[in-house]
């Protein structure tokens, strides 16, 4: 576990209870499980993970870990045109510089880029303002993703 993963498992247990909730052994082992990986998880590969660390966890129970920790911003659910939701925590240390994506849509490369979020946020909130003042819609959020095929497919 390197310091990063490590700052963020415990910054999103503290937060849990800090508000609240309980500390139960499956949320605590799905917070380790997506502050250890680097990529992007399906639940079959959060079960499986999570099962490693404690036997017990169900299934069900672990929907419920990620709908609460995506509801309190710890986690990100991103959908890849896979027809299966994938899950990321969210860098705590640098929150408002995360990432995007960039999808291969033959092998399921997911690439992650931050190079160009400065330009790709300015952008953005200049749509948001727009957007909120022509549709009288208040925008909570949204998800920039590209797909294509990757230099590997592509040869
Ligand atoms: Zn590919
Ligand atoms: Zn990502």
């Known amino acids: 576990m390197n310091n990063n993963c490590r700052k963020n498992k415990k910054f999103c247990l503290n937060k849990l209870q800090n508000d609240g909730y309980r500390l139960t052994n499956s949320r605590e082992a799905v ?25 017990n966890a169900g299934i069900a129970s672990i ?7 995506v509801e309190l911003g ?6 890849f045109g896979e027809g299966k939701a994938r899950y990321e925590i969210i860098n ?8 995007h994506h960039l999808v291969c849509t033959k092998c399921g490369l997911i690439i992650d880029y931050d190079e160009l ?4 946020i300015e952008t953005s ?4 303002n727009k957007l909120e003042k022509q549709y009288e ?5 949204h998800n920039i993703q590209y797909f294509g095929i990757c230099k590997n497919c592509n040869k």
């Open 117 to 120: 979020l400065d330009e790709e």
């Open 137 to 141: 819609f208040t925008i909570q959020k």
């Open 125 to 128: 909130k200049r749509t948001v």
């Open 92 to 99: 705590q240390n640098n929150k408002n510089i995360n990432h």
């Open 74 to 79: 710890f986690v990100h659910k991103l959908e």
């Open 63 to 69: 929907y419920r870990t990620l709908d609460l920790l």
């Open 31 to 55: 917070i380790q499980v997506l502050s250890n990986s680097q990529k992007h998880l399906s639940i079959e590969e959060i079960f499986l993970e999570t099962k490693k660390i404690h036997s």
